[in-house]
């Protein structure tokens, strides 16, 4: 089946810091990438939509100039936290879509992130 | 607006039979889905349906109507590792997924 794989899986940092998670989608072309941020025991909210070679979508409230996304090929899309503080440690998960068309999403293993 | 509701937390028995409801009302409709989320995970895939009925697979059986804006997954024969949280989904009209806050589901042996 589609695989995507998410890394880093956990990544510690110090506040003020940037952090680069990496998103791939292994055995297909994944057209359109969301990024989603997890707080304990909190559904998934949705930060933004990325379609390859394009700006991403970002969803109303999160800050593009500090969640910085790139999509720059069919199989990996990047999310940097930039200047990261102790407010921005959570759950980040990536998800990698085929096409527009109803196709369940195949997500990453996700990254955790604290910052300190 | 848009909204996805399921109960918060479940507890059920190993070896026995459990319904997580999911009730919806969206802008549109192109699916719903359900998702397997063990703590500190990513969610898994477990089923989709867009027509009305009963779709099974396995332990697992998700059900639909699209009148009442409703949906279930049924779980059988559970076991320990069945615990988790269950996340509801639908997609809307503009093919962007409307996320339930997800059912915690504990099993006691």
């Known amino acids: 089946g589609a695989v995507v794989s998410q890394h880093p899986s956990r990544v510690i940092c110090k506040s003020g810091t940037s952090v680069k998670i990496e998103c791939r989608s292994l055995d297909f072309q994944a057209t359109t990438m969301f990024w989603y941020r997890q707080f304990p025991k909190k559904s998934l909210m949705l930060m933004a939509t990325s379609n390859e070679g394009s700006k991403a979508t970002y969803e109303q409230g999160v800050e593009k100039d500090k969640f910085l996304i790139n999509h720059a090929s069919l199989t990996l899309s990047t999310l940097t936290v930039t200047s990261a503080h102790p407010e921005d440690s959570s759950f980040y998960i990536c998800?990698?879509?085929?096409?527009?068309?109803?196709?369940?999403?195949?997500f990453g293993n996700g990254t955790r992130l604290t910052v300190t | 607006g848009q909204n996805i509701d399921q109960p918060t937390e479940m507890t059920a028995t190993e070896g026995a039979i459990v319904q997580i409801n999911c009730t919806y009302q969206?802008?549109?409709?192109?699916?719903l889905f359900w998702y397997q989320q063990h703590a500190g995970e990513a969610p898994t895939f477990l089923s989709y349906n867009v027509l009305d009925g009963l779709e099974e697979k396995g332990r697992f059986s998700s059900f639909l109507s699209r009148s009442k804006g409703y949906s279930y997954l049924l779980l059988k024969e559970l076991q320990m590792k069945d615990s988790a949280s269950y996340l509801c989904a639908v997609m809307d009209s503009n093919y962007q997924l409307i996320w339930g806050a997800g059912t915690k589901l504990i099993i006691k042996p």
């Open positions: 969206t802008s549109g409709f192109n699916g």
């Open positions: 998800s990698a879509t085929q096409g527009l068309d109803i196709s369940p999403l195949h």
